[in-house]
């Protein structure tokens, strides 16, 4: 059975860059719906249904074809969003340490690291996310459509953005350049560079 995580911190600590309805209804509803059906579709598949989600989203191809679509779709959607509120919630700025000195050996500078993800969650068409992930070791800017999980191209997600219209609708409209700016200014870093030193 996989379970919605609780938030580590209250729907309104976003606030005023994401409000607290969005944050609220984006957990409690989107995200838990992508649980519940991912359970659902295991409840016909036992021998996965204890498989880690990670495991499970690795080799999408290697499952049973009733269990490809679902996976992809809902264990990606879980996976993606128990990341997301992990990575938010902090004060942005900047990373340093490790991480800090990676963005810019791979980036040339934060600004232009900042630049170049802002412009690809901003290109992203229709619904998607945007990911700084490790891939053979280095760090890498991609662009994913739905709920695919860079899990199950091979890479490690670090940071991402929900560019779905429900995560930013209420407050933003179709204004989705102005969510990814404020983005920036709930960035938990010190989240983020866990998750690079753990994984690097
Ligand atoms: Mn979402």
Request: glycine share 8%.
């Amino acid at each position: 059975m996989h379970t919605l995580p609780e938030l580590p911190y209250a729907y309104d600590a976003n606030e005023p860059f994401i409000d607290a309805q969005t944050m609220e209804i984006h957990h409690t509803k989107h995200h838990n719906t992508y649980v519940t059906k991912l359970n659902d579709a295991l409840s016909n598949y036992p021998d996965f249904q204890s498989t880690d989600l990670t495991d499970l989203l690795k080799d999408i191809e290697s499952l049973p074809a009733d269990l490809q679509g679902p996976a992809r779709n809902h264990g990606g959607g879980h996976a993606n969003h128990s990341l997301f509120w992990t990575i938010l919630g902090g004060r942005g700025g900047e990373p340093d340490g490790l991480l800090g000195e990676a963005i810019n050996s791979h980036f040339r500078d934060f600004t232009s690291f900042k630049h170049t993800f802002s412009n690809t969650a901003a290109s992203v068409f229709g619904s998607g996310w945007a990911w700084l992930v490790i891939n053979d070791g280095k760090l890498e800017i991609t662009g994913a459509p739905n709920q695919n999980s860079p899990i199950s191209l091979g890479q490690t997600p670090i940071l991402g953005i929900d560019v779905w219209e429900h995560a930013y609708y209420l407050k933003y409209q179709n204004r989705r350049p102005e969510y990814i700016d404020a983005f920036w200014n709930i960035i938990n870093w010190e989240k983020v560079s866990e998750y690079y030193t753990q994984s690097s």
